[in-house]
């Protein structure tokens, strides 16, 4: 695990443990297209990297939050986000799982950034490409 990534979950379980209330959440299904390719457009390079380097499913799996923790966000997702995806590497095509991970921010119905421990004003995120993962295909 990247020590960015490992550093942003560190954050958000650092932010949730001074909750009285437990944290939620499930996986929950998202689409590459609609949910995760416009938020790529921020970093191009890295787009066209990722969309040259693999076909990825459409349906992919990401963090559900659906919890009393964050009231205003039932059932929003949030990174880091799963796709069964086709690496086309130089020893040829490689069914894989790809990750997006995420820099996540949370903001109040004033549009204002939380910061610390209490994310139940949460009404909006805002989630940026952070990086990728490549893990082989889990076993069903």
């Given amino acids: ?23 939620a959440y499930a996986d929950g299904s998202v689409s590459f ?21 693999f076909s990825i499913a459409d349906t992919g799996w990401g963090i559900r939050i659906d919890s009393p923790t964050m009231p205003n966000m039932g059932g929003a997702r949030m990174g880091p986000y799963r796709f069964n995806a086709i690496w086309h590497s130089q020893k040829g095509d490689i069914p894989v799982t790809l990750i997006i991970d995420t820099k996540t921010q949370f903001f109040d119905i004033h549009h204002r950034e939380i910061v610390g421990g209490d994310l ?12 990728i993962e490549i893990e082989p295909p889990k076993e069903n």
């Fill in 33 to 53: 297209t609609s949910d995760i390719a416009p938020m790529m457009k921020g970093r191009p390079i890295f787009e066209q990297f990722i969309t040259q380097s």
């Fill in 120 to 131: 139940r004003k949460t009404i909006s995120i805002r989630e940026t490409l952070d990086s």
């Fill in 1 to 23: 695990m990247g020590i960015t990534k490992y550093l942003s979950r560190a954050m958000i379980a650092g932010c949730l443990s001074t909750v009285p209330i437990s944290f």
